[in-house]
């Protein structure tokens, strides 16, 4: 049983930071690709940012110079350094991993429980 535990979430006041941490657990061979989500209230699920497990990055264009994704693969754990946070930034961060269980096994999908991130003064 894999999990993915999120942390790091909060209050912050607009133009403050936030890190969130993600790390995963359980009877895994490799995680490749990791990545961060956000939903806020009434809109779908959007991709923040993603990072492959050679280190390539993806971002949304409405975070791009604000946020970095980074992880450690040792430790199967991803990040996500949010600075000069808006109002607008305000949703729920969901961790995102593909994790292989065996070396000729494909890759699945696996999400955190979600951490609810707060900008506002």
């Known amino acids: 049983q894999v999990q993915l535990v999120e942390s790091g979430g909060g209050l912050v006041q607009p133009g403050g930071s936030l890190r969130l941490s993600c790390a995963a657990s359980g009877s895994i061979f490799r995680v490749d690709a990791m990545g961060w989500y956000r939903q806020a209230p009434g809109k779908e699920r959007e991709l923040v940012a993603a990072i492959t497990r050679g280190g390539s990055t993806n971002y949304a264009d409405s975070v791009k110079g604000r946020f970095t994704v980074s992880r450690d693969n040792a430790k199967n754990t991803v990040y996500l350094q949010m600075n000069s946070l808006k109002p607008e930034d305000t949703a729920v961060f969901y961790c995102?991993?593909?994790?292989?269980?065996?070396?000729?096994?494909?890759?699945?999908?696996?999400w955190g429980q979600g951490t609810q991130v707060t900008v506002s003064s």
């Open positions: 995102n991993a593909a994790i292989k269980f065996w070396p000729g096994g494909s890759a699945n999908d696996y």
